[in-house]
């Protein structure tokens, strides 16, 4: 049963931290997308790749954000330092496109982040 | 601006009660049209992919349809089990998706 999975599940840290959240995406897809929902804000586009590249960031905070794609099986989404307005839960999805036609995304079940 | 808006916020139905959940859109160049369930402290899992106007996809007691300016989520005679926030989606570019804030649907048995 292929899914994505993602580590940790839930996460606790205080301000100032570094988190590390990260993502395997289902083995043969070539997009990978971090989100984060939150109530106010709802579900978020912060990056995604394709084919291990990045092809957009601009709904991410550059200045404390990062995302990265090492290798095919692993993508990372890296905040330094937190903030308490970090808190909410990240998701991670991927597809498989082939450039014009798209097909749908699959989610995996989340990070929840609460900085304090 | 690129903006999907989704209505009502919360519907609440007595179990074996029909109703349309809405997800109007206004885009510049739409790709496909996503619904999604999520379930709480769960990630969203795909339901269906409308393309073009006219287009309808049906599963078990859904049925999803796209005209120009909307979509409609139609649910017949759910269960307690189809209580979930349901999301839709547009698709812009090649692969970016923006969401709209969800339906929160509640059926009672």
């Known amino acids: 049963d292929a899914r994505v999975t993602q580590t940790p599940r839930h996460k606790v840290t205080e301000m100032g931290q570094e988190v590390t959240m990260r993502c395997q995406p289902i083995l043969g897809h070539n997009t990978v997308f971090w989100y984060r929902q939150t109530m106010m804000q709802g579900l978020e586009l912060l990056a995604y790749?394709?084919?291990?590249?990045?092809?957009?960031d601009s709904g991410m905070p550059k200045d404390r954000f990062s995302a990265e794609m090492p290798d095919a099986t692993l993508a990372t989404l890296k905040i330094q330092p937190s903030e308490p307005r970090d808190s909410a839960v990240y998701f991670c999805?991927?597809?498989?496109?082939?450039?014009?036609?798209?097909?749908?995304?699959?989610f995996g079940p989340g990070t929840r982040l609460t900085v304090l | 601006e690129d903006q999907v808006t989704q209505s009502p916020e919360a519907l609440r139905l007595q179990e074996g009660e029909s109703s349309s959940l809405n997800c109007s859109y206004t885009?510049?160049?739409?790709?496909?049209l996503f619904w999604y369930r999520q379930d709480p402290g769960k990630g969203p899992e795909f339901l269906f992919t409308?393309?073009?106007a006219g287009e309808e996809k049906e599963k078990e007691r859904l049925k999803a349809t796209l005209t120009k300016k909307e979509s409609f989520l139609h649910i017949t005679a759910p269960k307690p089990e189809d209580s979930a926030t349901y999301l839709c989606a547009v698709q812009v570019g090649y692969n970016k998706l923006i969401f709209g804030a969800g339906t929160r649907l509640a059926v009672h048995p």
């Open positions: 999805a991927s597809g498989l496109s082939s450039g014009v036609s798209y097909n749908e995304q699959f």
């Open positions: 409308l393309y073009s």
């Open positions: 790749f394709r084919n291990r590249a990045p092809l957009d």
């Open positions: 885009v510049s160049g739409l790709r496909g």
